[in-house]
């Protein structure tokens, strides 16, 4: 079992930086694969990044290539996701997720999730 709780969301203008984090409490943080999702209003929950526990790769969503990273400090069983040159339509909920496997932009493939942390970007 794996829980986890995300923090760092926030009210940013736009071309702004936040970084969110996900501590995971539970056994084995260094085995799971890691992904951040987020929602929208009205919009369906959509990939945002992930990085493999195994190989290390991290995928992004080409909505944010080369403008957010992932990384993670396994001594202290969080991940990150750096935000930057943010834009308005960034704007949603950002979800933590795990799971054992690959990196995957399947939101159901994953088992565990936080409850989210909410980003707002103003024009």
């Known amino acids: 079992q794996v829980q986890l709780v995300e923090s760092g969301g926030g009210l940013v203008q736009a071309g702004g930086s936040l970084t969110l984090s996900c501590a995971a409490t539970?056994?084995?943080?260094?085995?799971?694969?890691m992904a951040w999702f987020r929602q929208a209003p009205g919009k369906e929950r959509e990939f945002v990044a992930g990085?493999?526990?195994?190989?290390?790769?991290?995928p992004f969503a080409d909505s944010v290539k080369g403008r957010f990273t992932i990384s993670t400090d396994n001594a202290k069983n969080t991940v990150f996701l750096r935000m930057s040159s943010l834009k308005p339509e960034d704007t949603a909920g950002y979800y933590c997720?795990?799971?054992?496997?690959?990196?995957?932009?399947?939101?159901?493939?994953?088992?565990?999730w936080g409850r989210g942390t909410q980003v707002t970007v103003s024009s």
């Open positions: 990085i493999s526990a195994s190989t290390g790769s991290a």
């Open positions: 997720a795990a799971r054992q496997g690959a990196v995957s932009e399947n939101q159901y493939l994953y088992p565990y």
């Open positions: 539970g056994r084995a943080f260094s085995r799971y694969t």
